[in-house]
């Protein structure tokens, strides 16, 4: 019988976000009679909020996890941030994680391909996967020659996006080989989930965004396009699914606006996937993205999309805008592409049809084979 591969995956925090959702969603469809899979998280809780890892139940029975540092213990981040700044993170890296893996994978920029960078295991496979993209930009020279030097150790580069690749490459090095992977998704599984149970809703053209209430998602300017919509007289709904440090000042101003019959925040909802379903259209108002995952999933469910420009989005709604409307990336486009579906209701029918000709691409079986020829 042939030895399975030992893989670990490493990432900052288990928190609820799309990073982590993709992670999930790779590891749960690796075959476990090839693959002995540990998911690996650097902390505990995050270190920006006070998430715990909520995926104990999600990830499949055949997939460890472990996390290396319970940051609610005051001390122990301390020590941890001590040691990993100041210290050998070799040895770190020797103590925490050793040696018994094949290949060794870290799935997010930052904290995570830092510390696998400086691996001790001097016979593993090493793959950076970048997710963002942006991050490299406004860089210094010091910068600029310590994340040369640590990607240097990888032995492949893995973006989630042509467009990542391509920042990765101008911001950095043009001489990297690197390699593009879409995001995998369950798509069988989100159909199903969307079917769960079925949300009421009034008879008004209903926008939809699913993600957390922070800056980056640029909810401010989607809230700021809604108020304009409202005082020209439109009649709409806008759903908004998540959680997180925005959400005060968000609720703030949507009172500030008189938006409270018009824009409802609904919190975190374990199953988002119904309300994408009910709405006529996804909207997506982020300042930068790598390859949304949640565009994905509403290009998967069949729920047309409004987007602005990021990372990514290009190859999901194409270029010029044949399977979802792509708008400039600031708030006059988004409110104008609102304003638009709104004036004509025909449209709806139109990109809903070329949204599923997209899903496509992002069939479950096609990625997996695709990530298997980069293990």
């Not at 369950?186 to 159909?191: A, G, H, N, S, T």
């Amino acid at each position: 019988m042939p030895t399975k591969k030992r893989l670990l995956f490493l990432i900052e925090s288990m928190v609820v976000g799309g990073a982590e959702r993709v992670l999930i969603n790779l590891v749960n469809s690796l075959d476990a009679a090839k693959y002995d899979v540990t998911v690996m998280s650097v902390f505990k809780q995050s270190i920006y909020e006070n998430y715990r890892c909520t995926f104990a139940d999600s990830l499949a029975p055949h997939v460890k996890y472990k996390y290396l540092i319970d940051n609610s213990n005051p001390l122990k981040y301390k020590a941890f941030n001590l040691a990993f700044c100041h210290g050998s993170k070799w040895l770190l890296h020797q103590l925490l994680i050793g040696g018994g893996y094949d290949v060794e994978i870290a799935w997010y920029e930052g904290l995570p391909t830092t510390f696998l960078a400086h691996s001790s295991n001097r016979h593993s496979r090493k793959l950076a996967w970048l997710h963002y993209g942006d991050g490299f930009a406004n860089l210094s020279a010091v910068q600029r020659d310590t994340y040369l030097r640590e990607y240097r150790q990888y032995d492949a580069i893995v973006g989630v996006s042509d467009g990542v690749c391509r920042n990765f490459q101008e911001r950095l090095a043009k001489d990297f080989p690197l390699t593009t992977c879409y995001n995998i998704l369950d798509d069988k599984e989100i159909l199903r989930k969307a079917d769960a149970f079925a949300v009421e809703r009034e008879e008004l053209l209903t926008f939809v965004s699913v993600g957390r209430l922070i800056p980056v998602k640029g909810y401010d300017r989607l809230i700021s396009a809604c108020a304009r919509l409202k005082q020209e007289g439109h009649d709409f709904r806008l759903w908004l699914i998540g959680e997180g440090s925005e959400h005060e000042a968000l609720q703030q101003q949507i009172l500030q606006n008189e938006l409270e019959k018009e824009v409802c925040l609904f919190g975190n909802q374990d199953n988002p996937y119904p309300y994408m379903k009910a709405a006529d259209w996804f909207v997506s108002s982020s300042h930068a993205e790598g390859f949304s995952t949640v565009l994905t999933e509403a290009c998967i469910i069949g729920t047309p999309i409004i987007s602005t420009r990021c990372l990514g989005t290009a190859e999901l709604l194409g270029e010029n805008s044949e399977y979802g409307l792509m708008t400039e990336n600031s708030e006059e486009p988004l409110y104008q592409a609102m304003k638009r579906v709104l004036t004509h209701p025909d449209l709806r029918a139109d990109y809903s049809a070329k949204i599923r000709q997209r899903s496509a691409v992002f069939q479950n079986e096609t990625l997996v084979r695709a990530v298997e020829n980069i293990l």
